[in-house]
């Protein structure tokens, strides 16, 4: 059963502090790894797809990598609207469609 | 920009009613999904659907629920006898591809009393 894990459950930054958070990942055979921001009361909204270790992208602020056992979503000089919870997903080489999602990291970012 | 929209953004019902949440999702998209995620829990797969016909669904997508595209529009998903654990927010989304990038709805949030 594939499995994902975030950390922290909620961090707190300050205006322009960086930092980086955490998911760790379980599956038989990686078809992609998927990052999406949450919004309260919102559905997710996506943000990287990365399919292979050594694999990064950016926009903005916000960076992801991707080894073989977990991906990293670095916020460099975060602001306030960076406030979400972000969510990390998998997609299995076994599933047509089904992603499986942790419970993601709650920011928030003060001034 | 285009984006995925749902109906009602709140339900409240009666335990054993039947309730359907609709979806109009992005025009051009082929790969409809179904999401659900009950309060302070992670989002979990529901159902997918292609060409007319459920391509995979999750063990939670069990008899009392369905999923239909009556027409070229809409996506439904009916809850035939709710249940209180079907309280959770549903979120309807969609893709042009067999992708993980999907495109979610705002969501249903459904209260089963």
């Known amino acids: 059963e594939d499995q994902v894990t975030q950390s922290p459950e909620a961090l707190r930054l300050q205006e322009g502090e960086s930092s980086s958070l955490n998911c760790s990942y379980t599956v038989s055979g990686l078809r992609g790894l998927f990052w999406y921001r949450q919004d309260p009361g919102k559905g997710p909204e996506f943000l990287f797809t990365l399919y292979s270790a050594g694999e990064e992208k950016e926009k903005e602020r916000l960076k992801a990598t991707l080894t073989k056992k977990e991906s990293f979503l670095h916020i460099t000089a975060p602001k306030p609207e960076d406030s979400a919870t972000y969510l990390c997903a998998v997609l299995n080489t076994g599933t047509a469609s089904k992603l499986t999602f942790g419970t993601g990291t709650r920011l928030q970012v003060t001034l | 920009e285009p984006e995925v929209t749902q109906t009602p953004s709140h339900q409240v019902t009666q335990m054993g009613q039947e309730v359907i949440l609709r979806c109009v999702p992005i025009?051009?998209?082929?790969?409809f999904y179904w999401y659900r995620q009950i309060l302070g829990q992670k989002v979990e797969f529901l159902v997918s659907f292609y060409n007319n016909e459920i391509s995979e669904k999750s063990e939670i997508f069990d008899d009392q629920f369905s999923v239909e595209r009556p027409d070229g529009s809409n996506f439904t998903l009916k809850i035939r006898s709710t249940k209180l654990e079907d309280s959770a927010m549903y979120f309807c989304?969609?893709?042009?591809?067999?992708?993980?990038?999907?495109?979610f709805g705002e969501g249903s949030r459904l209260t089963v009393l």
């Open positions: 989304a969609s893709t042009q591809g067999n992708t993980g990038e999907l495109f």
């Open positions: 025009s051009n998209h082929l790969y």
